[in-house]
């Protein structure tokens, strides 16, 4: 069998059709963003005779007598879950491959977030589902690789599509912030872009704390929402086609995810980009920041643009 360190599978370059970004400093008009995504169908790689930690680090079972007896004689599948992975990033990871798999009755991965729980119950998998808190013995441990940077293409509709609502009346307009434990770079203005986005009457949502039920209901009513945390991308496949999309990313660093993803469920997708990061050498590092680079997202300009997007 394959180790499951093994490669994954090359992924094909698919070309994104061009949109101009709002905002940016001069220079912006050189930079559209990506003109393309990575796309990968999975590989998924077979393990006999393992012992597999919490974390997903496999040994060989030889090496482990202290981890007894393997968890299931059935293959157990192992799913990207867990505080480090995002409920955006847990909807369109290996859970669209879990689900797919029939064969695979016995789930396994790191102890499941609050919501990662909800949309398991909800999907009828949460019984499937058994939590490593100890390296534990396997049979058999299938895995999904996926290449660092590359989305699972069309795969990705598997869980939203049972996830979505269907579509309602206009609701309220919701703006995702990034975390501050895990943001790249430290967002230096984010009491007044808070303070602006409800006054606006934008729902500024955490998706992390929000019951599943409420998340959903508000992705599939949102006429508007501002993503500025690009792990969160995924729950782009919450929301019904025409959803206008403002994507906010530091200048330089817009990716191609949620510009991929909104082309898969049709929905109307313009970037806006932000200050460039910049570090503060003379100075101490913005109050509450957890890493050294931060950026501004300029309201004024954010304004405008948010005004181009829902007159066009």
């Not at 963003?33 to 060989?60: K, N, Q, W």
């Not at 919701?174 to 409800?198: D, K, M, Y």
Request: hydrophobic share 45%; charged share 15%; with cysteine.
């Amino acid at each position: 069998m394959p180790e499951p360190n093994a490669p994954a599978a090359a992924a094909e370059s698919l070309p994104l059709p061009p949109v101009a970004p709002l905002g940016g400093s001069k220079w912006a008009r050189f930079y559209r963003g990506p003109s393309a995504v990575a796309v990968v169908t999975p590989d998924l790689i077979a393990v006999e005779g393992a012992v597999i930690s919490p974390d997903g680090e496999v040994t060989p079972i030889e090496d482990n007598p202290e981890a007894g007896e393997p968890l299931t004689e059935t293959p157990s599948f192992w799913l990207e879950a867990g505080e480090k992975v995002s409920l955006g990033q847990f909807l369109t990871g290996s859970f669209n491959i879990a689900l797919r798999l029939p064969t695979f009755h016995h789930i396994i991965g790191s102890v499941l977030t609050a919501r990662q729980t909800d949309v398991l119950a909800r999907l009828g998998k949460l019984r499937d589902y058994a939590p490593l808190v100890a390296p534990r013995a396997c049979s058999k441990v299938v895995f999904a690789r996926f290449q660092p940077g590359a989305v699972a293409g069309p795969l990705v509709r598997f869980v939203a599509d049972q996830l979505r609502l269907p579509a309602a009346a206009p609701g309220t307009p919701i703006a995702v912030l990034p975390v501050r434990q895990f943001e790249r770079f430290g967002l230096v203005n984010r009491a007044s872009l808070t303070a602006w986005l409800r006054a606006k009457r934008f729902l500024i949502v955490e998706p992390e704390r929000l019951k599943l039920s409420e998340l959903l209901e508000l992705f599939a009513a949102a006429p508007v929402v501002l993503l500025a945390d690009p792990r969160q991308a995924g729950l782009l496949g919450l929301c019904n086609p025409g959803t206008k999309i403002l994507e906010i990313a530091p200048e330089g660093w817009l990716g191609a995810s949620a510009h991929y993803l909104a082309t898969l469920f049709g929905l109307d997708w313009q970037p806006f980009l932000a200050c460039p990061p910049s570090y503060p050498l003379r100075g101490a590092l913005p109050f509450g920041s957890l890493v050294p680079c931060s950026y501004e997202i300029p309201i004024r300009e954010l304004a405008l643009a948010l005004q181009t997007l829902l007159d066009s």
